[in-house]
């Protein structure tokens, strides 16, 4: 089945923070959405609350660590509608741990889920894109790229891989009609956001190091989101865009 009319709009990692946000904004406005998550279970727990409401949303189990499985995504999708317009990659994860604690195992699989996963599903969905002259890639990525905080020097190194990644893939596709940028998001609310920080003590010794003296919110990234892969962002090419409340640059 193919959709002309609708945009096909696939989210990695979409089962819960930015990209659940994400998931629920694009079928509240009508779009064709197919999320994929290692979670099964809060995967299929969207998947039918989204539908009780006359939305479109296909949840797919998906261990991005896989290239079979993302093989298998890929398979599906095209069955299903025939095109991709619209990747985003969510998935990530992270842990506060100093240099002396992380062990080769945690090094690894952060390696494998936030830079290797992203290296298959880009590899596997471009072509496809390329086959209809365009599409449009948006990463999540992560301020700790830039200041080296926030995380441990896995998450910072694997975070500020996919941002090499972004400019390598925007170089050679960029004449294929491919736009891929990347959004690097600084104290989110999330879930990731309170594990890292579990105390009100430290969110809030936090938020007095953020300009704007405010946490960003799920809207806050969604929202940029949805502008980089719009039509209003077409002349904006392999850019990062931080997401931090001026963070980053002004303390």
Known sequence: M??????????????????????????????????????EKMGQRLESELNQTNTFATFMKHDVTSWQETQNIKINVMDQFNKIDTLIYSAGVTSQKNIREITFEEWS???????????????????????RSGGNIVIVGSGSAITGSGGGAHYSASKGGAFGMMRAIADEFSERGIRINLVAPRVIETEMLYKLYPTEKQLEDLKNKIPIK?????????????????????????????????????T
Do not use: H
């Not at 694009?26 to 998550?37: A, L, N, S």
């Not at 952060?110 to 894109?129: A, H, R």
């Open 2 to 39: 193919e959709v002309e009319n609708q945009s096909v709009i696939l989210v990695i990692g979409g089962a819960s923070g930015i990209g659940e946000a994400v998931v629920r904004n694009r079928v509240q406005k009508g779009d064709k959405v197919i999320f994929t998550d290692i979670n």
């Open 109 to 131: 699989f952060t390696f494998n889920v936030n830079l290797t996963g992203l290296f298959y599903s880009l590899k596997t969905f471009i072509p496809e894109m390329v086959k």
């Open 214 to 250: 405010k946490i960003g919110t799920l809207e806050d990234t969604t929202n940029i989101i949805n502008f980089l892969e719009s039509s209003s962002a077409n002349y904006i090419q392999a850019q990062t865009l931080i997401a931090d409340g001026g963070r980053t640059y002004l």
